[in-house]
């Protein structure tokens, strides 16, 4: 037997995602990931669609969050503001420091039964119909593998194929330390840069920029991030600076992608599944689209958590009374 249904290698949004959905199903669920809590190289912007995805696992409005009002556009000397009103549901963008939301959606996934472990993949490879992890705590068997880490993915890495350089976007830029606002700012000042943007958070807005990695250099991009900020925020404290590869893959790439195979499949960052004209995720990771061998991975291991249940139910309701059993999925999900 092996030791867990689903190993869900990373517990970022995608992985802890992944992971609540599964473990709700009924299946046993363990992510491995050793960075938490942990800060995202992010701008942390979320928009209403994917707000209203997690919502029922996840309320935003707990976390501390900025609503956005107005959205400004800057082009060379042309300037633009659009509000971005809302009447009901979530803000049409809202922006999050990713250790409170990643943090948030991991304990969502925990309440619902999977269970978390602190421990880096070192590696994975086949055994028998199943994987065998390589951790640096010990080996760990599963019987199907979910990759949800990110863009330079292990399970990419060593199952499908890694992606090629043409196919990343570097995003480089500055955390700016007790500035705020409750605006945010996307411009398009540099023809060699994709675009800037400035999110902001409660306590800090995060300035950055990204561009096609064959087609820009991380120093080029963050010129372009301290003149823009030199330029709008003239006495902006000590920068703190980030950067992490997107995905950003062209047409001919997505063609070509294969994001789940027999036993296995990708999701988030390591799939790929960003909206590739503004390489930004977070929707994808929570819907991924239904590639036909992804479906087929996850009705297979919903059919098979269903049978089990049914199993035990079968069993249980003759041996134990119903509070009893609530009591044993209680026991599985204090484990994280
Ligand atoms: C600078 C920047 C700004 C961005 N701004 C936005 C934005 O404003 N809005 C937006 O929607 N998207 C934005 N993105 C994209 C967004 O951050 C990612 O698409 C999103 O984090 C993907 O989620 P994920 O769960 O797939 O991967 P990640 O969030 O990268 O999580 C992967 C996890 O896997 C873990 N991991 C990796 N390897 C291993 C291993 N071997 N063993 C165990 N664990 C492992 C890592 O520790 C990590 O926690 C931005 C990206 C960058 C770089």
């Given at each position: 037997?092996?030791?867990?249904?689903?190993?869900?290698?990373?517990?970022?949004?995608?992985?802890?995602?992944?992971?609540?959905?599964?473990?709700?199903?009924?299946?046993?669920?363990?992510?491995?990931d050793?960075?938490?809590?942990?800060?995202?190289?992010?701008?942390?912007?979320?928009?209403?669609?994917?707000?209203?995805?997690?919502?029922?696992?996840?309320?935003?409005?707990?976390?501390?969050?900025?609503?956005?009002?107005?959205a400004?556009?800057?082009?060379?000397?042309?300037?633009?503001?659009?509000?971005l009103p809302?009447?009901?549901?979530p803000?049409?963008?809202?922006?999050?420091?990713?250790?409170?939301?990643?943090?948030?959606?991991l304990?969502?996934?925990?309440?619902?039964?999977?269970?978390?472990?602190?421990?880096?993949?070192?590696?994975?490879r086949?055994?028998?119909?199943?994987?065998?992890?390589?951790?640096?705590?010990g080996?760990?068997?599963?019987?199907?593998?979910?990759?949800?880490?990110?863009?330079?993915s292990?399970?990419?890495?060593?199952i499908?194929?890694?992606?090629?350089?043409?196919d990343?976007?570097?995003?480089?830029?500055?955390?700016?330390?007790?500035?705020?606002?409750?605006?945010?700012?996307?411009?398009?000042?540099?023809?060699?840069?994709?675009?800037?943007?400035?999110?902001?958070?409660?306590?800090?807005?995060?300035?950055?920029?990204?561009?096609?990695?064959?087609?820009?250099?991380?120093?080029?991009?963050?010129?372009?991030?301290r003149?823009?900020?030199?330029?709008?925020?003239?006495?902006?404290?000590?920068?703190?600076?980030?950067a992490?590869?997107?995905?950003?893959?062209?047409?001919?790439?997505?063609?070509?992608?294969?994001?789940a195979?027999?036993?296995?499949?990708?999701?988030?960052?390591?799939?790929?599944?960003?909206?590739?004209?503004?390489?930004?995720?977070?929707?994808?990771?929570?819907?991924?689209?239904?590639?036909?061998p992804?479906?087929?991975?996850?009705?297979?291991?919903?059919?098979?958590?269903?049978?089990?249940?049914?199993?035990?139910?079968?069993?249980?309701?003759?041996?134990?009374?119903?509070?009893?059993?609530?009591?044993?999925?209680?026991?599985?999900?204090?484990?994280?």
């Open positions: 037997m092996p030791d867990t249904d689903v190993a869900v290698i990373g517990a970022g949004p995608a992985g802890a995602w992944a992971a609540w959905r599964l473990a709700r199903g009924g299946a046993k669920v363990t992510i491995l050793p960075s938490h809590p942990r800060e995202k190289p992010c701008g942390g912007g979320l928009t209403g669609r994917a707000a209203a995805l997690v919502q029922p696992a996840v309320t935003l409005a707990a976390l501390p969050h900025v609503s956005v009002g107005v400004r556009f800057e082009y060379e000397a042309r300037r633009a503001a659009v509000a809302w009447r009901s549901g803000p049409a963008l809202v922006i999050a420091s990713r250790r409170e939301l990643d943090g948030a959606l304990a969502a996934a925990c309440q619902a039964g999977a269970t978390h472990l602190g421990r880096r993949v070192r590696d994975v086949r055994s028998g119909d199943g994987w065998a992890l390589v951790t640096n705590e080996p760990i068997t599963s019987r199907w593998l979910i990759g949800a880490d990110g863009p330079t292990l399970v990419r890495r060593r499908a194929t890694p992606f090629a350089r043409t990343l976007s570097i995003a480089t830029g500055y955390f700016v330390r007790g500035v705020s606002s409750p605006d945010i700012t996307i411009a398009f000042d540099d023809p060699t840069a994709g675009y800037l943007w400035s999110f902001p958070r409660p306590d800090h807005l995060a300035v950055g920029v990204c561009a096609q990695a064959d087609r820009s250099t991380a120093s080029a991009l963050l010129n372009v991030a003149e823009w900020i030199a330029r709008a925020i003239p006495d902006a404290p000590p920068l703190d600076r980030y992490w590869p997107i995905p950003s893959l062209t047409e001919a790439a997505l063609e070509r992608e294969r994001p195979g027999p036993g296995w499949m990708l999701t988030g960052d390591a799939a790929g599944w960003l909206i590739p004209s503004l390489a930004k995720a977070f929707t994808s990771p929570f819907a991924p689209p239904i590639w036909p992804t479906a087929c991975f996850l009705n297979a291991i919903r059919q098979r958590a269903t049978k089990r249940r049914s199993a035990t139910t079968s069993t249980s309701s003759s041996a134990a009374p119903r509070s009893s059993r609530r009591a044993s999925s209680g026991r599985r999900s204090s484990r994280c």
